[in-house]
């Protein structure tokens, strides 16, 4: 089984609606981390969060929200998708502040 | 602001044929670099870190390497399962998160 997962992995939703991504991890990392990948720009942070008390803001959070319901689940939400907000989004996590990243296999978002 | 490029966008070599892929750093201090590969509609795995000017790491055909302000991956005789795009990431002396490059994507051909 994968060490960390997504649901789903792909979805197509519309302009305005709400959405959420899962992510979870058997890994047991105390860190856990969103990305999304966008065609020539790389890999932007969202969110990303320490521990389960421990949620902080990325380069580009505006437009979205998190949650650490517990060490090994972290949910991004689009509260209200906009075109836009079409990307391929990653959950990755990671042991301690200076250790490698290992990444989920990434959801695809399309917003109409 | 610090910045993370790479060089070149895409690269494609026959297979063989020996090349380097770059990934370069404006930085007010770097902590660590770290190559990852990705495949097409996957996740990137992680490759390799590199923490000091001066130091190596090899796997297989790969083997990269770390100056003062950027870093190598040099790809030695590649085959066709080596096509992927690779990346680079950068963690700063001033913060724990990292900085991606955009990505070189490499084809190699048979």
């Known amino acids: 089984d994968a060490d960390v997962t997504q649901t789903p992995r792909n979805r197509i939703t519309k302009t305005g609606k709400r959405i959420m991504l899962e992510c979870s991890q058997t890994?047991?990392?105390?860190?856990m981390y969103w990305y999304r990948q966008d065609p020539g720009l790389g890999l932007r942070l969202i969110y990303y969060s320490f521990d389960v008390k421990d949620i902080n803001k990325g380069e580009i959070s505006d437009g979205y929200s998190v949650s650490r319901q517990a060490q090994a689940k972290f949910s991004l939400s689009l509260e209200s998708a906009i075109p836009n907000q079409t990307a391929l989004y990653f959950c990755?996590?990671?042991?301690?502040?200076?250790?490698?990243?290992?990444f989920g296999p990434g959801t695809r978002l399309t917003v109409l | 602001e610090d910045q993370v490029t790479q060089s070149p966008e895409a690269l494609r070599l026959q297979e063989g044929e020996s090349s380097s892929l770059n990934c370069s750093y404006t930085?007010?201090?770097?902590?660590?670099l770290f190559w990852y590969r990705q495949d097409p509609g996957k996740g990137p795995e992680f490759l390799f870190t590199l923490y000091s000017a001066g130091e190596e790491k090899e796997k297989e055909r790969l083997k990269a390497t770390l100056t003062k302000k950027e870093s190598f991956l040099h790809i030695t005789a590649p085959k066709p399962e080596d096509s992927a795009t690779y990346l680079c990431a950068v963690q700063f002396s001033w913060g724990q998160n990292f900085v991606f490059g955009p990505g070189t994507r490499l084809s190699v051909l048979p």
């Open positions: 990755a996590t990671a042991q301690g502040p200076y250790n490698e990243q290992f």
């Open positions: 930085v007010s201090g770097l902590r660590g």
């Open positions: 890994k047991g990392h105390d860190r």
